[in-house]
């Protein structure tokens, strides 16, 4: 029975179970997102989003599903969808790449969601935070989503944690849908803190309206194989977008992000910097294009990728691309892959630093770049920390997870 098989078999035989579990908006597109899957299997290195990543081996060992409802911690912007204070059918499943196939099984699978609903004109003080936790007692899978909606006028910082606790083998499928009305603002981090034995996939999708401003911020400290995708459409003239990303590998860990950016209308301005330090045999990639439409006139796109490889195995794979049909606009991209500078370590040494000590000062200057444009000043300095702590080793479980303690 190949990979894609025992999901679809699974499916059918527990799709009345899965609908009885979950409610109507998201029964509705639920047998729909199954025929897609059925179609199109899990994508192998041929298709292009997917080249750096092999999908059938992530989803080939035997997972069991899990069915354990969403906890969520009293809030009054977090909801489980089941009780969404708004009408969520304008919205789930409206964005996320319906031909995608990791996103059409995590539909089809899916049972519970999480709404995070902004009201218009509300500005939230404190980050909005939601901590998605790993644990059971044997290999399993887990199917996550998220609704976020931002009102007009909206302004907040939503922060999404994946921690895991135990030492059993855990396959996660993510999507993340994100709908900001016009003159929204967001900042959206992702943080993950797993283990070697995790494998994760997390599919986000960003609509923007007129003059909003959104950075998405995608951070994996600690990992087993972790694959990031990020869209984002530009649907209203004057907004902007900010995607950073950060990524520390080492051992066997696999790091995969791979982004979109398409600019559909005029006056639209994006930015995107991501950074990796690969070390031991550890495999990092980024993929990344800046799609700008015919009638996206007057648009602005930077593009940035630079990767440390920290030793002579690991492996940096990097594709910034530039997709444009309009003639009146300010794109570029750029990538670099290099080595730790021996110049600079030999000048640390030469002044009494150990060679070890200097190596983790210079891949944490490498990162600052990233951290410093976060604008929440707790999770900076927290991550500044934790950063650290990953370089020198310290960091090899989730620190900050109860379950750990």
Same mark, same amino acid.
């Given at each position: 029975m190949t990979s894609e098989q025992q999901y679809i078999e699974f499916y059918r035989e527990a799709s009345d179970l899965i609908k009885n579990k979950s409610c109507g908006v998201m029964n509705a597109v639920r047998d729909e997102a199954f025929e897609t899957f059925q179609q199109l299997g899990f994508p192998s290195k041929k298709v292009e989003r997917y080249r750096y990543t092999d999908v059938d081996a992530a989803f080939a060992p035997n997972y069991g599903i899990s069915f354990a409802p969403l906890t969520v911690k009293p809030s009054l912007y977090i909801f489980n969808i089941k009780d969404a204070p708004i009408?969520?059918?304008?919205?789930?499943?409206?964005?996320?790449?319906? &031909?995608?196939?990791?996103?059409?099984?995590?539909?089809?699978?899916?049972?519970?969601? &999480?709404?995070?609903?902004?009201?218009?004109?509300?500005?939230?003080?404190?980050?909005?935070?939601? !901590?998605?936790?790993?644990?059971?007692?044997?290999?399993?899978?887990?199917?996550?989503?998220? =609704?976020?909606?931002m009102e007009q006028g909206a302004d907040a910082t939503i922060i999404i944690n994946d921690h895991a606790a135990d030492k059993q083998r855990f396959l996660t499928t993510?999507?993340?849908?994100?709908?900001?009305? !016009?003159?929204?603002?967001?900042? &959206?981090?992702?943080?993950?803190? /797993?283990?070697?034995?995790?494998?994760? #996939?997390?599919?986000?999708?960003?609509?923007e309206g007129r003059d909003c401003s959104v950075k998405h911020n995608s951070i994996t400290l600690f990992n087993g194989q972790t694959r990031n995708l990020c869209d984002v459409y530009l649907r209203g003239e004057n907004s902007e977008v900010t995607l950073n990303?950060?990524?520390?590998?080492?051992?066997?860990?696999?790091?995969?992000?791979?982004? =979109?950016?398409?600019?559909?209308?005029?006056?639209?301005?994006?930015?995107?910097?991501?950074?990796?330090?690969?070390?031991?045999?550890?495999?990092?990639?980024?993929?990344?294009?800046?799609?700008?439409?015919?009638?996206?006139?007057?648009?602005?796109?930077?593009? /940035?990728?630079?990767?440390?490889?920290?030793?002579?195995?690991?492996?940096? #794979? /990097?594709?910034?691309?530039?997709?444009?049909?309009?003639d009146d606009v300010k794109c570029a991209h750029g990538s670099t892959v290099g080595v730790m500078d021996e110049v600079a370590l030999f000048y640390m040494r030469q002044r009494g630093i150990p060679e070890a000590e200097a190596r983790t000062l210079l891949k944490n200057a490498f990162m600052g770049q990233v951290i410093d444009q976060?604008?929440?000043?707790? =999770?900076?300095?927290?991550?500044?920390?934790?950063?650290?702590?990953? #370089?020198?080793?310290?960091?090899?479980?989730?620190?900050?997870?109860?379950?750990c303690k």
């Open positions: 009408d969520v059918a304008p919205y789930y499943h409206k964005v996320a790449d319906r &031909l995608d196939a990791i996103t059409a099984l995590n539909t089809a699978l899916v049972h519970d969601a &999480l709404l995070v609903y902004v009201p218009k004109n509300t500005k939230v003080a404190d980050p909005i935070v939601v !901590d998605n936790w790993l644990r059971g007692t044997a290999a399993t899978m887990m199917n996550r989503r998220i =609704l976020i909606v993510q999507v993340i849908e994100v709908f900001c009305h !016009d003159n929204a603002r967001l900042d &959206l981090y992702e943080i993950e803190e /797993t283990t070697p034995l995790c494998s994760r #996939f997390s599919n986000v999708y960003i609509h990303g950060c990524a520390i590998g080492s051992g066997s860990q696999r790091i995969d992000n791979n982004t =979109l950016i398409r600019h559909e209308v005029p006056h639209c301005t994006s930015s995107e910097l991501y950074k990796y330090v690969v070390d031991d045999k550890s495999v990092g990639a980024f993929a990344g294009k800046i799609l700008v439409e015919k009638d996206a006139q007057k648009t602005e796109s930077q593009e /940035t990728n630079a990767n440390l490889c920290a030793s002579s195995e690991a492996r940096m #794979f /990097t594709q910034p691309m530039l997709e444009i049909y309009a976060i604008k929440n000043e707790p =999770l900076r300095q927290r991550l500044y920390v934790k950063v650290e702590k990953r #370089f020198r080793g310290e960091l090899d479980k989730c620190d900050d997870c109860r379950l």
